[in-house]
């Protein structure tokens, strides 16, 4: 007997349904302004030309009165555009590649962790059970000096890394704009655990001779998600600040945080955290406008800081032989998931259409009057983004939130792959998923992104794009060489 077939008509049917519910709620005041507009054109037709000319006849114009009609519409128009905030442009950006002589292979990871840890084998097999599952590739750098036995985590080795992470980064921003360094007006650098005096940004201003008036500001400890707090301080400056332009630096210095303890907690970030860096040029010059990827539409950040377990989920410390590293508390993926909550809850009104808004507050309704086990719904974010760019942090945290939003594996493909070819790089780790997704040749004129990141404190920090135009397929980025591999399968366990 042949095997019987699913009934899709149902199915079928409630997706019709969907999709003409949406229709109907988004284009609202549309499909009610078309009746009124066809009544009015039926009415002028069959009243005619004499009883029109005699209506307007009868109107008696004062000259006065439309004097003060025309200047209250000037005042009006004037006021609306002197307050409308300006445009902020992405007109570029451009990610640090590390060299090949960087790499660490799990096979060289595993030897150097043997050999350090040579007398607590039980955390050196725990960091192979992490480093099984982390999701990471064979092609992740860790920088010159964590590649000493022991590693030589030196001040003059961290400003080292700093320098060509940073330098590197930021000569690829200026070949690819043609911006000169004496047209940055505002300099930010985020780096969250490295911060030497002088600082970061002091060190940028010294190589490039920036100008002596340069705004610059050098954001430390703010965790991974620093990068979008970084754009958002810029929007702010160049909000108030015309006719300017803005660089933004986010990296984070491996060098002297590679931890060589045994407390498991801490050994965790040794697993995860690889170099990386990136340097955006933001602007609101209208003359850039035409060339820039992106506009920034909105940024939302929630911190989480009042509550004593999400303050110490990510916690720089010392171990009980005093060596310093940062523990990862295991609270920290719940603390992870109410932070997004209340994130979204914020951003979802600024980009949810009214369908979703109008079925989230339906739901919400009947859960507080009819029955509280109601199944809360969830906005399909979809509906709002093209592009999702989560924060490659690790595989829990792209896992968790492919499932909280309901995203397929595409809408998690940049992330995942991220993290598997440069492991997690903080608060840059945005900007490779960002050109991941040039890179593939699917960001197309009018596509939304939304880039959500979460970092120490504890903060979930969102930003929301529009692509300027369609973006060619990048050349000279972090992903040229290797773009053709990917998408690559990711196994569950690899065994080591």
């Given at each position: ?140 750098c860790l920088p010159p000096a964590i590649h000493y036995i022991p590693p030589k985590p030196t001040m003059e080795a961290a400003r080292g890394e700093a320098e060509v992470v940073i330098f590197s980064a930021m000569d690829s921003l200026f070949e690819k704009t043609g911006v000169k360094p004496k047209d940055i007006d505002i300099l930010i650098v985020n780096c969250s655990l490295f911060s030497p005096t002088p600082s970061l940004s002091a060190m940028v201003i010294n190589k490039y001779k920036l100008r002596s008036n340069i705004k610059s500001f050098n954001l430390s400890g703010m965790g991974c998600s620093a990068g979008l707090i970084s754009i958002d301080l810029a929007r702010d400056l160049l909000q108030v ?256």
């Open positions: 007997m042949a095997p019987k077939l699913p009934d899709f008509s149902s199915s079928v049917k409630l997706k019709y349904v969907k999709l003409g519910y949406h229709y109907l709620v988004d284009h609202i005041i549309t499909l009610t302004l078309v009746p009124v507009m066809v009544g009015v054109v039926v009415e002028i037709v069959r009243l005619g030309p004499d009883e029109l000319l005699n209506m307007w006849n009868s109107v008696h114009f004062d000259l006065i009165h439309v004097l003060c009609s025309c200047f209250l519409v000037i005042f009006i128009a004037t006021v609306y555009f002197m307050s409308k905030p300006r445009c902020i442009y992405l007109v570029d950006y451009a990610c640090y590649k590390p060299p090949v002589t960087c790499r660490v292979p799990f096979a060289t990871f595993m030897e150097h962790s043997r050999l350090i840890l040579s007398n607590n084998p039980k955390s050196v097999e725990f960091q192979m059970r992490i480093l099984e599952r982390s999701g990471l590739g064979e092609e992740t600040h015309p006719n300017s332009n803005a660089v933004v630096v986010s990296t984070e210095i491996i060098t002297p945080n590679y931890y060589q303890g045994k407390e498991r907690a801490m050994l965790l970030p040794n697993c995860l955290f690889r170099m990386g860096g990136a340097a955006i040029l933001l602007s609101n010059r209208n003359s850039e406008r035409w060339r820039a990827k992106y506009r920034l539409v909105h940024v939302v950040r929630t911190h989480k800081g009042a509550d004593d377990k999400a303050y110490r989920c990510v916690f720089e410390e010392e171990d009980k032989e005093g060596k310093v590293g940062i523990n990862l508390s295991k609270d920290l993926m719940a603390i992870a998931g109410e932070a997004l909550k209340s994130n979204i809850t914020t951003i979802g009104p600024l980009v949810l259409p009214a369908s979703e808004q109008l079925l989230f507050l339906l739901t919400l309704i009947g859960r507080k009057i009819f029955n509280p086990k109601w199944k809360p719904y969830i906005p399909d974010f979809k509906m709002a983004f093209e592009h999702f760019c989560i924060h490659a942090g690790g595989r829990a945290v792209i896992d968790e939130l492919q499932k909280n939003l309901q995203l397929s594996a595409e809408h998690v493909e940049a992330s995942r792959m991220t993290l598997h070819k440069f492991g997690n790089t903080s608060s840059s780790s945005l900007w490779y998923e960002l050109n991941y997704i040039e890179s593939k040749g699917r960001m197309k004129k009018g596509d939304r992104i939304w880039q959500i990141a979460f970092g120490s404190g504890f903060k979930c920090n969102s930003a929301v794009w529009k692509c300027n135009r369609t973006i060619k397929t990048p050349t000279n980025g972090p992903w040229d060489d290797c773009i053709d591999r990917y998408p690559v399968h990711i196994p569950e366990v690899v065994k080591l």
